[in-house]
């Protein structure tokens, strides 16, 4: 006797695998959308960053200079 691909004998576990099914799949999506939401730069932390690009290559660039001049004298 040949069955169906896709049958299975006990409907009632096919349907409790389905739903199991569905449900990880929608918490597969959730987790996507909260990771999204989470990455998402925020104003404050974009305009931190700017500041701390520029306060840490003025700060380089006078360290190495004053390093230099002390060094050359």
């Given at each position: 006797m040949a069955q169906a691909p896709n049958t299975?004998?006990?409907d009632?576990?096919?349907?409790?695998v389905q739903?199991?099914?569905?449900t990880v799949q929608s918490l597969a999506r959730?987790?996507?959308?909260?990771?999204?939401?989470?990455?998402?730069?925020?104003?404050?932390t974009?305009?931190?960053?700017?500041?701390?690009?520029?306060?840490?290559?003025l700060g380089y660039t006078i360290f190495t200079v004053s390093?230099?001049?002390s060094y050359m004298t």
């Open positions: 299975c004998v006990d009632e576990r096919a349907n409790g739903d199991e099914i569905k959730v987790k996507v959308v909260a990771g999204l939401l989470e990455n998402k730069p925020r104003m404050d974009v305009w931190i960053d700017r500041v701390a690009r520029v306060l840490f290559l390093y230099f001049v």
